[in-house]
C-alpha cells in the first residue's frame, strides 16, 4: 500500500477542507458530452504573473512540442450500478466498487437498512446478491447468476454516472463516458480528462512528435466521496489499484534523457506516477494507493498537467493546487467562472504548468 496521509511540511499552517471552497453556479455542471471529443476548451494556465489563455483542446499540438510524453489512464469503467430489493421487499441500489475472483465484489449497498451477513438481495436484472460481510461503508458481496459474473455484468449493469449529472445514462453515455484508449477494466468512474482525445487529435499529435505511454489506476468509488472533516489531516482517502509498468518508466527516462516532458493526462495518472515514485526516481509498481497529495507536496513525476475541473472542497481540488499553487488554480477557476466554461467529468480542461517552472 502506498499512502501520504500529511504531506505538508511543518512550520505550515494546517489547511483545512474550508480553504478549498469556491461558489459554483448549477448551469455551469455539463450534463451531457459535447458532439465531438476534442471540442472542448482548454484553459491554459501558465506559472504567474504569465497569463491565462483560452485555447480549445484541438490546440494541444501546438503547446506541445516533440519529445513529449502523453501518459494516459488506460482504466475501463465497468457498469457498476444494480437494482434489487431485499427479502423484506425493500428497494436496494448497489453500486460495485471492486471486482473480486470468484464471482465477488466489494460494493457500496444504499438501502433504508443496512443487510446482514448472509442476506440475499434479489437482482432486476436476473440473479441474486449474497452479503457476505462488511468493512465500513463497504460489503463484500457474492453473485449468484447466469454465466461468468464479468460478462453477466456487462449487459445488467448500468454505468455510473456521477451523481451531479442529474439524468440517466443513454447510449451515448455508453461510448462517450470512455476513452477511446480503455482497455483494462475495473474503474467505476472514467478518468475524465482522457475523454478529450478522439482518433484525430492523438493522431495530430503523433504527427507533431508527441509520444504516449499508459498507466493503469481503476478509479474507485471514494472519487464521488466529499471530504467529511475541516482538518485536512485526518482525511483517510479509499484505496485504489494502480499498475505503472516498467515500459512506461522506461518512456519517462528516455523523455526526460532527451530533453522532454511528461505531461499527465488526469489527475489519476498524478497518483499513480507519485505513488510509483521512490528516493526520488519512478520505479515499476502495481498495488494499492491511497496517496492524498495536499499543497506542500512537490509533485515530481510530471512536468504538466492535463485536467478538467473539479469540485469545491474535493481532493482533486487540492491535487491541483499544490502543483500548480494554491492562489493561481483559484485565479484559473475565477477566470472559467467568469467566461462559462463546463465544469466537470462532461466539461471543459485545463493545461497547467507547476507553480515554479521555468
Known amino acids: 500500500m502506498r499512502g501520504l ?23 455551469l455542471i455539463a450534463q451531457a458530452p459535447l458532439p465531438e471529443r476534442s471540442a472542448s476548451r482548454l ?3 501558465p506559472p504567474a504573473p504569465a497569463p491565462l489563455l483560452d485555447r480549445g ?112 445514462p443513454d447510449a451515448d453515455d455508453d461510448a462517450r463516458y470512455q476513452t477511446v484508449f480503455a482497455r483494462e477494466t475495473g474503474a467505476v468512474a472514467a478518468p475524465t480528462a482522457g475523454l478529450h482525445f478522439d482518433d484525430a487529435l492523438l493522431d495530430a499529435l503523433r504527427a507533431q512528435g508527441v509520444e504516449f505511454g499508459h498507466v493503469t489506476l481503476h478509479v474507485g468509488a ?7 472533516v475541516d482538518e485536512l489531516t485526518e482525511h483517510r482517502m479509499h ?5 505503472v509498468g516498467a515500459a512506461l518508466v522506461q518512456q519517462v527516462r528516455a523523455t526526460r534523457a532527451r530533453g522532454g516532458r511528461v505531461i499527465a493526462v488526469g489527475t489519476t495518472v498524478v497518483r499513480a506516477l507519485e505513488s510509483a515514485m521512490a528516493g526520488g526516481e519512478l520505479h515499476p509498481f502495481a498495488g494499492e ?4 497529495i ?14 478538467n475541473f473539479h469540485l469545491p472542497e474535493s481532493t482533486l481540488l487540492m491535487l491541483v493546487s499544490a502543483f500548480a499553487g494554491k492562489a493561481r ?30
Open 5 to 27: 496521509a500529511n504531506p505538508q511540511p511543518s512550520g505550515l499552517p494546517a489547511l483545512k477542507r474550508s480553504d478549498f471552497h469556491y461558489d459554483l453556479p448549477p448551469g
Open 43 to 45: 484553459l491554459v494556465v
Open 57 to 168: 483542446v484541438r490546440d494541444l499540438p501546438g503547446l506541445l512540442r516533440a519529445g513529449d510524453l502523453l501518459v494516459f489512464n488506460d482504466t475501463r469503467v465497468i457498469p457498476a450500478r444494480l437494482f434489487g430489493q431485499k427479502e423484506s421487499g425493500g428497494k436496494v441500489e448497489i453500486l460495485i466498487e471492486r471486482l473480486l475472483p470468484n464471482a465477488e465484489a466489494r460494493a457500496q449497498i444504499g438501502a433504508s437498512k443496512s443487510p446482514k451477513p448472509g442476506a440475499r438481495i434479489a437482482l432486476d436484472a436476473g440473479g441474486e446478491a449474497e452479503v457476505l460481510g462488511r468493512e465500513g461503508e463497504f460489503y463484500r458481496l457474492r453473485f449468484h447468476v447466469d454465466g461468468p459474473f464479468e460478462q453477466w455484468l456487462q449487459h445488467a449493469g448500468r454505468l455510473p454516472l456521477p451523481p451531479y449529472i442529474h439524468r440517466d
Open 222 to 228: 471514494g472519487t464521488f466521496q466529499p471530504v467529511r
Open 239 to 243: 484505496s485504489e489499484w494502480l499498475n
Open 289 to 292: 494507493t491511497s496517496i492524498f
Open 294 to 307: 495536499l499543497p506542500g507536496y512537490r509533485i515530481r513525476s510530471v512536468d504538466a498537467l492535463l485536467t
Open 329 to 358: 488554480i483559484f485565479e484559473a477557476y475565477a477566470h472559467a467562472i467568469a467566461e462559462r466554461y463546463r465544469f466537470f467529468s462532461y466539461g471543459d480542461a485545463m493545461l497547467l504548468w507547476p507553480e515554479h517552472a521555468e
